[in-house]
């Protein structure tokens, strides 16, 4: 079995093995442990546009918004009709869970490339504008959709979500994002972002590349979306705004662009930094934004970015 999906299946039966013991969690070290793996899902993915291709997204919430509000759009709808007042068993949940998640990531993906035909033949902060635009037009479209809540949002959604879906999707995510940019067609987003007309002059679809790597980071950002509205059971537009984009952004940059370990690592720090300070909840906004100007000063390349030794030729 080769290497990656060796790790792979380790990934999963470790989440397997960790969930079995959720219940007997700490309901906050829970929801800690499941809002790291959903930024998790969420930087890795942004990494592969931001990192690995060169451009430069600030809607990834709206993706995020769009697999939100969809994948809890089919529970809301399908849960009642399919399994009434019981409920279902945890298979029937299951299955309409891995569905409803599935939409939305689909959904997202096709917003994601709505948005990159037209956008990704800019560039820099032409980019980020447009993209920006975006996550705003699809925040302010969700408030007005009073089917969808409107302004006060879905509530009652089902607490589909456990912690080995939100494991066993960051494990997903990972495996795929990396086993495609170390593919041949992943070269095709490194030589991108390292030099765009040089590939276009040997032959390569930047733009093609720029969008692939769009959707697949809008579909995960879509799963994503799904997973934190089937755990928190209640979204409102005002989560997915550009302060959100902007946190997502951050972990990408403090992880080190294009290093998937490290932005895995940067989520993780910036999931739990809020928590550590809050004890101090008062000046916890004024300390977290400190700390991360001072981190961005000392490490402009990122906090976390290193490269691992390669082996000596013998």
């Known amino acids: 079995m080769p290497r990656p999906h060796l790790a792979l299946l380790i990934a999963l039966l470790t989440a397997f093995a960790i969930s079995q013991f959720s219940d007997h969690f700490n309901p906050y070290y ?11 899902i969420l930087a890795v993915s942004l990494n592969l546009v931001n990192g690995y291709t060169g451009q430069f997204s600030l809607g990834h919430a709206g993706f995020m918004s769009v697999g939100a509000y969809l994948s809890a759009a089919v ?15 945890a298979v029937q949940q ?17 917003a994601g490339l709505v ?24 925040r302010v479209t969700f408030q007005n959709v009073e089917k969808l809540g409107g302004a006060l949002g879905l509530n009652a959604i089902p607490p589909y979500t456990t912690l080995f879906w939100v494991l066993a999707f960051a494990a997903v995510t990972i495996f795929i994002i990396t086993c495609l940019v170390n593919s041949t067609y992943g070269r095709g987003f490194i030589a ?19 969008i692939v790597a769009f959707v697949v980071g809008a579909f995960f950002a879509g799963i994503a979306g799904g ?35 490290g932005v895995i690592l ?33 490490r402009p390349q990122g906090l976390f970015a290193f490269k691992l030794p390669k082996a000596r030729s013998t």
Request: hydrophobic fraction near 55%; aromatic fraction near 10%.
């Open 30 to 40: 829970l929801d800690v442990l499941a809002g790291i793996g959903i930024n998790v």
């Open 266 to 298: 940067a989520a993780v720090l910036l999931t739990l930094l809020p928590e550590v300070l809050r004890p101090v909840a008062e000046y916890r906004m004024i300390l977290y934004s400190f700390l991360l100007i001072v981190l961005m000063i000392a």
């Open 115 to 138: 948005v990159g035909v037209p956008s990704l033949r800019l560039k820099g902060d032409y980019l980020a504008l447009v993209t920006l635009g975006f996550g705003e037009i699809i």
């Open 192 to 210: 991108t972002h390292d030099d765009e007309i040089a590939a276009e002059a040997v032959g390569l679809n930047t733009t093609r590349y720029k």
């Open 227 to 261: 997973l934190y509205a089937h755990f928190k059971t209640t979204i409102t537009p005002g989560g997915f705004d550009f302060t959100k984009s902007i946190e997502i952004v951050v972990m990408v940059i403090l992880g080190g662009m294009g290093n998937t370990l």
């Open 94 to 110: 299951g299955v309409l869970f891995l569905a409803a998640l599935l939409v939305g990531g689909l959904c997202a993906a096709v």
């Open 75 to 89: 529970t809301l709808f399908f849960a009642p009709r399919l399994f009434g007042s019981d409920g279902g068993t």
